[in-house]
């Protein structure tokens, strides 16, 4: 790897453990350049500005989060267990980023949120491309019937989603829930996983 990019990386270290202690708001560009004893102009040689080590942070948790996903595909073959260990990794991700998490949607005005709110489409489309992987290891073992792929991941998907949703609104008033609402969410989506597999293992009544 050559320096400039061992430096650049080490600047996303450094911002991803302060945004997730501190949340995205609440650091600044030169509490970073202090975290790692340089000049905030050599910060900026890096980064021009805010936004561009957001975007950069987030995209390293999406290329992270990738790769363990994929570690799924490689190590287990049976259907839930995948999904479970798929929830697990996002549930250890809220968990170990939450401050990050949460401030992304309530970040300082010197951001372009739309920059960063695309990131959001980026990990969605990567997630469901690993559930669609997930299942057709799935109809391929013959453990799950035929059915189409694509619609019934983004069900899925959208059923994780909503599940998250109501549990938040249930659990708080505010904007930000408390931490221990994701463990809830976990166990919750691993019920309803286990509904939603069951149902695949059987044929459909045509109607």
Do not use: C, W
């Not at 049976?78 to 992304?104: A, C, G, P, Q, S």
């Not at 994701?182 to 019920?191: D, G, P, V, Y």
């Amino acid at each position: 790897m050559e320096t400039n990019e061992i430096k650049r990386q080490h600047i996303i270290d450094t911002a991803l453990r302060r945004f997730s202690h501190f949340g995205i708001n609440k650091t600044t560009m030169s509490e970073i350049a202090d975290d790692i004893s340089v000049s905030k102009a050599n910060l900026y040689y890096y980064f021009p500005d805010k936004t561009a080590l957001v975007v950069d942070v987030i995209k390293h948790l999406i290329d992270e989060g990738t790769q363990a996903f994929n570690k799924i595909l490689d190590t287990s073959t049976e259907v839930l267990d995948m999904l479970f260990r798929l929830l697990e990794i996002r549930k250890n991700f809220f968990e170990k980023h939450y401050l990050l998490h949460i401030t992304i949607g309530f970040a300082d005005s010197n951001l372009n949120m739309e920059q960063i709110q695309k990131l959001g489409s980026l990990a969605e489309a990567n997630e469901l491309e690993i559930l669609e992987k997930i299942f057709e290891k799935g109809i391929k073992s013959k453990e799950l019937v035929t059915f189409d792929i694509r619609n019934t991941s983004q069900i899925y998907f959208t059923i994780l989603r909503g599940i998250s949703m109501v549990s938040i609104a249930k659990v708080t008033n505010k904007d930000i829930p408390e931490i221990s609402v994701f463990n809830e969410i976990f166990e919750k989506q691993k019920k309803a996983s286990v509904i939603f597999v069951n149902g695949l293992r059987h044929e459909l009544l045509n109607n």
